[in-house]
């Protein structure tokens, strides 16, 4: 029985000091160089976020530690590089969204011009055999020329799946890139 007093009172005290340390934490009890400890670990990892809160922290604590100002140094230039990155991916998605939508563009324009044309081509061939008197009456004619147009109509207003679809991509390419961009100036801004 006593062994299990030992065991239970060993694993309350363990609690307790968990407990204890998570509460300090929190409220920003411990000292800074704890935090900036964490930051150091943070930045081994590689996580910028929690780094830059860490070292947020330890310059709260204690605004002249020097570690935690040289932290800060380092960590802003970081956080500048990513943003200058974030930047230039950015401009670039920009760039190809304006290429993709040109594309398009032409590919609508050359299409127009394919469909007058084989508008125009029926057309003529009716009003040239109406005026030749061929044994086709010109109403037909002109009833397949206007059916001819009708059907490069329907396909000049059919999107052009593969342009429309890289303007898309081009589009959350943007997107993505701006959100990017926003979180990286963000994080620069909590350095400052």
């Given at each position: 029985m006593a062994l299990l007093g030992?065991?239970?009172?060993?694993?309350g005290i363990t609690a307790a000091v968990k407990s204890?340390?998570?509460?300090?934490?929190?409220?920003?009890?411990?000292?800074?160089?704890?935090?900036?400890?964490?930051?150091?670990?943070?930045?081994?990892d590689g996580d910028l976020d929690t780094a830059?809160?860490?070292?947020?922290?330890?310059r709260q604590r204690q605004s002249d530690y020097a570690p935690a100002q040289a932290q800060r140094q380092m960590l802003l230039m970081v956080a500048n590089q990513h943003a200058t990155k974030a930047r230039v991916h950015h401009c670039l998605a920009r760039?190809?969204?304006a290429k993709q939508e040109q594309r398009l563009i032409a590919l609508k324009?050359?299409?127009m011009r394919r469909s007058l044309l084989a508008t125009v081509i029926p057309i003529a061939s009716g009003y040239a055999a109406g005026l030749l008197q061929m044994r086709v009456p010109i109403y037909a004619c002109y009833g397949i020329g206007a059916l001819a147009?009708?059907?490069?109509?329907?396909a000049l207003h059919t999107p052009i799946s593969e342009a429309t679809l890289a303007v898309t991509a081009a589009q959350q390419g943007l997107e993505i890139a701006r959100q990017k961009?926003?979180?990286?100036?963000?994080?620069?801004?909590?350095l400052n």
């Open positions: 030992s065991i239970l009172t060993g694993l204890a340390k998570w509460v300090a934490d929190r409220r920003g009890w411990l000292p800074a160089s704890y935090y900036w400890n964490l930051a150091d670990q943070a930045v081994a830059i809160r860490n070292n947020q922290r330890a760039e190809t969204l324009r050359q299409r147009s009708l059907i490069t109509w329907s961009f926003a979180c990286e100036l963000k994080r620069r801004a909590m």
